[in-house]
């Protein structure tokens, strides 16, 4: 395994971290089921069997179900061990308060190595979040000086949030999307580095898109083995401090270390083939990059295209179902106006997929 410094932490981490999101279970019943069953036993073997590949870092959040449950069974006894990174979507005071509170149990840990802002959105939400007196922030910097939080960090999909967050210079790490799909923050990564924040790639196979995508790749000639080895190569090729794949199966461990063996025996694949793969694929695939919003019938697109993701790409129907339960009367506010088509730099057709995602997804 390679290790190095993630940031201002100083902390050693692999260059490959264990992403929480495939352990997570879709429904509170099958979580229920899952306790008493195999699937619960292979996650526990799996994490473990990261641990004695050398994997250290293990990202998860409060809102991945069980993960951080699984993650924290399986590696309490290895605790001094390993770096362990969650995250809340928390931008009230007393909301992060019981995050915070929850996490350390699920994990059962008495501190978090890594606690997250998870998916600040804009600049607005940013700002609720550091609100002096009521801010999720607040929570995280009392948590600091209890012992309870170690450094704290902010994940997002909108580049300006980041500018935002590191000029601030009250974060520790920053965790952005990159994949071959998604270069908007790509050049937050060396403002990142020139300010010794470290850099946390998530989604490297683009949440699925990529992965899911080898039906319309075929005249590529590629496997899926391969099409795996150039998306991750791509982001090892980058600047950034840590790299978590999510990871369900030991497999799935051995392929993405193997990966980063290779890469870093410059292994390399041609320019014209990646560029085929991302002309391909990228043109049905969101970036979360919100330019479609706000939507004059307050339709929460960012949100629906995203909830399909777990749906499709991560095979979480349940969960994915419950999620858009929450926001499915504001879907049927739609007027079809177009408005957002018309603000989408990648023209996409939002219109057609808002109605394709509620199809699916409200039976």
Request: charged share 25%; proline share 3%.
């Amino acid at each position: 395994m390679i290790y190095q410094k993630l940031g201002k932490t100083n902390l050693t981490v692999s260059k490959i971290g264990f992403g929480g999101i495939p352990i997570m279970t879709g429904h509170e019943s099958i979580f229920l089921a899952r306790l008493k069953g195999s699937l619960y036993t292979e996650s526990l073997e799996t994490i473990r069997y990261a641990f004695g590949k050398g994997i250290n870092f293990y990202d998860t959040a409060i809102d991945y179900r069980d993960s951080e449950k699984i993650i924290g069974e399986a590696l309490c006894n290895v605790r001094k061990e390993v770096i362990l990174a969650t995250k809340s979507k928390a931008l009230s005071y007393d909301k992060m308060i019981n995050d915070i509170t929850s996490s350390l149990k699920n994990l059962q840990t008495d501190y978090i190595d890594l606690f997250q802002l998870h998916y600040v959105k804009n600049s607005n939400a940013l700002e609720q979040i550091m609100n002096p007196e009521n801010g999720a922030f607040k929570a995280l910097l009392e948590k600091k000086e209890e012992g309870a939080i170690r450094f704290i960090g902010l994940a997002s999909h909108n580049p300006f949030v980041f500018k935002e967050a590191i000029d601030a210079n009250l974060f520790d790490t920053i965790q952005l999307p990159l994949n071959l799909l998604e270069h908007e923050c790509n050049h937050i990564i060396e403002i990142a580095k020139n300010n010794n924040v470290g850099t946390i790639a998530m989604k490297p196979y683009a949440g699925g898109a990529l992965t899911n995508s080898l039906v319309k790749l075929t005249e590529l000639g590629l496997s899926n083995q391969e099409l795996k080895e150039i998306a991750l190569s791509y982001v090892y090729s980058t600047d950034v401090s840590i790299t978590i794949p999510g990871m369900g199966t030991k497999s799935e461990v051995d392929e993405n270390i193997q990966i980063l063996l290779n890469k870093m025996n410059n292994k390399k694949y041609p320019l014209e083939l990646i560029n085929s793969i991302i002309k391909k694929v990228g043109k049905t695939f969101c970036r979360r990059c919100q330019y479609c919003e706000p939507c004059p019938n307050n339709i929460s697109i960012s949100a629906i295209l995203r909830i399909i993701k777990y749906y499709e790409d991560y095979d979480l129907p349940d969960w994915a179902k419950e999620q858009y339960k929450e926001i499915e009367k504001n879907y049927l506010n739609c007027s079809r106006c177009y408005i957002c088509e018309s603000k989408c730099p990648y023209d996409l057709k939002i219109v057609n997929e808002l109605e394709r995602i509620h199809n699916i997804i409200s039976k």
